[in-house]
T-cell receptor, first 112, second 110 residues
């Protein structure tokens, strides 16, 4: 089991550019979560999916953020247009039927 | 918004000493979990305690839960330098939705 796989590991982009973060959950897990971590705000839940369906997106900060899960093995988090305040580490996590979360190693996003 | 707050924010101890971290939360919960994060890595699950449990052990870890005070503590006994990490509590209001606290940075000196 390769665990939760996130790509890219690091992303540096200029303000106004579109950013797409990718996540492959653990096979067989039916829930997928996107979190954002910053020094100021800690770990924030952005959105989570059950069986590929978005259940709670109340943590998505603005309309500039969108997330999709087209199938059970892939999810994307897109920011368009990106802003410097979006700089953070973005984590994807998956779980099976309420079991503890398995996290990926994150994508460190820097928007200049 | 964050559900939990950890106390202390940072803790420095010597190897062999015990480390105690506390977590307070605001609303009723289904369960409470503790996670560990090494620098530059994702979080790793340590232990889960359900709302109807008061204490749980796993190796050198001991977790307590007091639902009347809306608080939990994590005790790491006989700490090692390898225990150096940040520790987070997370509360499950529903079965799936986990909200994380602010974390405690633990430094264990050899």
């Amino acid at each position: 089991d390769a665990g939760v796989i996130q790509s890219p590991r690091h992303e540096v982009t200029e303000m106004g550019q579109e950013v797409t973060l990718r996540c492959k959950p653990i096979s067989g897990h039916n829930s997928l979560f996107w979190y954002r971590q910053t020094m100021m705000r800690g770990l924030e839940l952005l959105i989570y999916f059950n069986n590929n369906v978005p259940i709670d997106d109340s943590g998505m900060p603005e309309d500039r953020f969108s997330a999709k899960m087209p199938n059970a093995s892939f999810s994307t988090l897109k920011i368009q247009p990106s802003e410097p305040r979006d700089s953070a580490v973005y984590f994807c996590a998956s779980s099976h039927r309420g079991s503890p979360l398995h996290f990926g190693n994150g994508t460190r996003l820097t928007v200049t | 918004s964050q559900q939990g707050e950890e106390d202390p924010q940072a803790l420095s101890i010597q190897e062999g000493e015990n480390a105690t971290m506390n977590c307070s939360y605001k609303t009723s919960i289904n369960n409470l979990q503790w996670y560990r994060q090494n620098s530059g890595r994702g979080l790793v699950h340590l232990i889960l305690i359900r709302s109807n449990e008061r204490e749980k052990h796993s190796g050198r870890l001991r977790v307590t839960l007091d639902t009347s005070k809306k608080s939990s503590s994590l005790l790491i006994t006989a700490s090692r330098a390898a225990d150096t990490a940040s520790y987070f509590c997370a509360t499950a209001v529903y079965t799936d939705k986990l909200i994380f606290g602010t974390g405690t940075r633990l430094q264990v000196f050899p």
